[in-house]
T-cell receptor, first 114, second 113 residues
């Protein structure tokens, strides 16, 4: 089992550009969540996808959008990048509607906006 | 809303010392509580969890007890090793909010030989 895989591992973008990050969940998982982790901080919840729909959303602007595909993989898109978007972006997969379900995290994509 | 407050770091200990990292939470429902660990350059790994009051989660010598009366979930280990050096995150999730995780700010632990 490959676990949660994310691509790319590192990315450098210019302010104002757009970026797409990708995530494949752990085998058997149907829910994908995205988190932003700024340097020295804990991960902050961006949104969650289940059954190809956004189910929960954190306090992030509409510049952050996502998608889930029929095979449960997911994309995170960020438009009009700001310097403050520089962070580690983590994808987590889990099972929907299961209390206390563990979230499995990928190694993350390190995004640097210059 | 739900939140987690975690002991500030960094923490530096000698090998075989006793470790405590404090964590308290605020939740409107009845959350599950977790400790995750992050090694340099890696994602988060589950260390242990507890799902109801007075439950004790344990793994690799680490323990934490779900204390509803004090809304706490402190992490402890009796004898730390150099390999325990990492960043530790306390977190909660609740089925009522779709199992999204709320994390503390993390506590960096360095164990010196």
């Amino acid at each position: 089992d490959a676990g949660v895989t994310q691509s790319p591992t590192h990315l450098i973008k210019t302010r104002g550009q757009q970026v797409t990050l990708r995530c494949s969940p752990k085998s058997g998982h149907d829910t994908v969540s995205w988190y932003q982790q700024a340097l020295g901080q804990g991960p902050q919840f961006i949104f969650q996808y289940y059954e190809e729909e956004e189910r929960q959303r954190g306090n992030f602007p509409d510049r952050f959008s996502g998608h889930q595909f029929p095979n449960y993989s997911s994309e995170l898109n960020v438009n009009a990048l700001l310097l403050g978007d520089s962070a580690l972006y983590l994808c987590a997969s889990s099972l929907a509607q299961v209390r206390a379900t563990e979230a499995f995290f990928g190694q993350g994509t390190r995004l640097t906006v210059v | 809303g739900d939140s987690v407050t975690q002991m500030e770091g960094p923490v530096t200990l000698s090998e075989e010392a006793f470790l405590t990292i404090n964590c308290t939470y605020t939740a409107t429902g009845y959350p599950s509580l977790f400790w995750y660990v992050q090694y340099p350059g890696e994602g988060l790994q589950l260390l242990l969890k507890a799902t109801k009051a007075d439950d004790k989660g344990s793994n690799k010598g680490f323990e934490a007890t779900y204390r509803k009366e004090t809304t706490s979930f402190h992490l402890e280990k009796g004898s730390v090793q150099v390999s325990d050096s990492a960043v530790y995150f306390c977190a909660l999730s609740d089925l009522k909010t779709g199992n999204q995780f709320y994390f503390g700010t993390g506590t960096s632990l360095t164990v010196i030989p």
